[in-house]
């Protein structure tokens, strides 16, 4: 493959995420706030298609577009690195475990491995750094509205665990469907 057809690789799939981040759905109805968007599969399928290197880059570039054309001010600011943080912790699982060995045992292994590492790493996040910049930044003092152990633990876990599986499953069947193009590449 040529370095001008995987750019244009890489810009198809990054607009393509960026473009996912529109749709966006709650999982938790009292944390409304939480929401799901899917713009990790193109991210994925350029994990598939090219490397782990174009992975990363198709993830800056989308959120780059994110802050330059639809930044939402605090929450963007704060959201979306620890965004950055969590898919590409993710993606890694993803291209470590189970791309140089696609078996469906090692796709759960990988799968399960991300969602573990997404969920801990927001964990830890919110903790230390969402939640204080929150309160500053935003008026929007979770630990005095619910309470900093409700908030992470009833509602932050258990969102990323959900996260992950539907992530898990969305790219397993988009994956699933794309074989036969990706495989030509």
Known sequence: MTNTRKLAYIAILSALSFLLMYIQFPLIPAASFLQVDLSVLPILVGLVALDLGSAFGILIIRTLLK????????????????????????VLAMALLWKKSP??????????TGTIGLTLAMLVLN???????????????????????????????????????????????????????????
């Open 103 to 112: 078996t469906g045992k090692n796709y759960i292994i990988a799968s399960v």
């Open 67 to 90: 802050l330059l054309l639809n930044n939402g001010g605090a929450g963007t600011l704060i959201g979306l690195p620890m965004n950055v943080i969590a898919l590409g912790l993710f």
């Open 127 to 185: 903790y230390i750094y969402a939640v204080p910049l929150y309160a500053k930044l935003a008026n929007f003092d979770i630990k005095a509205m619910l309470g900093l152990g409700n908030y992470l633990f009833a509602m932050v876990v258990p969102f990323n665990l959900m996260e992950g599986a539907i992530f898990a499953v969305a790219f397993y069947i988009l994956n699933t469907c794309l074989k036969p193009v990706l495989s030509k590449m």
